[in-house]
Structure formats: structure tokens, C-alpha cells
């Protein structure tokens, strides 16, 4: 990661970065004020992972590079996933095989399995797993609910959102 001034660097694409010397970036905390967010400001983020030392001006295709929700992104060759932190986080190939990739609001569908990014596999049935974009965190299947993920009681559900969250994952 590179924790460089911004006046270093050019917007190319979205969230994306090149400095003279070519480098290409990945922007963690896009427009964030240093002075009210103790520790938090433009980080630069220049290679996959915390000690992968590959960098991303070796893999990303700036021309088709685009956000999805959650953190996501994509171009036509991977899926990336930002794990956001204070210190600016990692970046990282969610996955070099994008065809049977879908998001279903923070959700990722992917080759029969459901996933919340942060916490990876969700116990949940593929067939029947429902979010949007407006419910987001929020998700359903033919048994269950989640939040982030997590499976949660309806009772426990009831006191965490509002009803009109309720009703719109109830009419999924």
C-alpha cells in the first residue's frame, strides 16, 4: 500500500489512480477529511493483498474496471473485493472466473453458493436466496434471514430495522 500525497497521482478510471512513474491505484477512502477521521485519509493502494507483491498495474483493466455493491468491482477478466480499514485495508481477486458472478444487493451469487464479502460463504439455499439493492446487508431464503451474513431471527430482525425494511424483504 502507498500512502502517498494525491497530488501524485491522476484519475484514470473509477477509484483509479496512475503516478508518473506508472504505477496504478486503487483509492481507499475516497474524499475523506484527515482532520475528522483521526488516522484516516487517501491511501493509495498499489499491490493485491497485505504481502502480495502484485501490483496492480499488472492485472487490472482500467478500460472496463467498474463498482458493483459492497465493496466490489470488477473488469472483464476478475472480480476484486476492497476490505476497507482505517489504514486504507487490502485489495484483493475475489475471483480470475467472473462468468457465473451475480450481485443481489451486498450479496454475491456465485457457482451455486451465496457470500456476504466481509464473511465469506453464507449458509444459505442458492435456489431460493433473495436481497435487493435497497435492503443491501438485509437477505432472505426459503428459511431464513441474515444480516452481514449472519443468520438472524425474525424477533431479533423486528428489533434491528424499521418496518418498512421488514415489509420489503418480507415481499421479496
Excluded at 475523506?32 to 507483491?53: A, C, L, R
Amino acid at each position: 500500500m502507498s500512502k502517498n500525497k494525491p497530488e501524485r497521482w491522476k484519475k484514470v478510471g473509477h477509484l483509479l489512480y496512475l503516478n508518473k512513474e506508472g504505477d496504478l491505484a486503487f483509492l481507499a477512502h475516497e474524499g475523506m477529511n484527515p482532520d475528522k477521521h483521526e488516522g484516516v485519509g487517501e491511501d493509495y493502494i498499489t499491490h493485491f493483498g497485505w504481502e502480495d507483491t502484485t501490483q496492480l498495474k499488472n492485472v487490472i483493466d482500467i478500460k472496463s474496471f467498474k463498482e458493483l455493491n459492497g465493496n466490489m468491482y470488477r473488469d472483464n477478466n476478475r472480480i476484486y473485493f476492497h476490505y476497507d480499514m482505517s489504514d486504507g485495508g487490502y485489495f484483493h481477486i475475489w475471483t480470475d472466473d467472473p462468468a457465473d458472478f451475480k450481485m443481489m444487493g451486498n450479496y454475491i451469487l456465485y457457482k451455486d453458493s451465496v457470500y456476504y464479502p466481509r464473511n465469506g460463504k453464507v449458509n444459505a439455499d442458492f435456489q431460493t436466496f433473495k436481497s435487493s439493492d435497497k435492503l443491501g446487508i438485509l437477505g432472505k431464503d426459503k428459511d431464513h434471514f441474515f444480516v452481514f451474513g449472519d443468520t438472524v431471527s425474525l424477533e431479533q430482525l423486528k428489533q434491528d430495522i424499521s418496518e418498512e425494511q421488514l415489509k420489503m424483504l418480507m415481499e421479496l
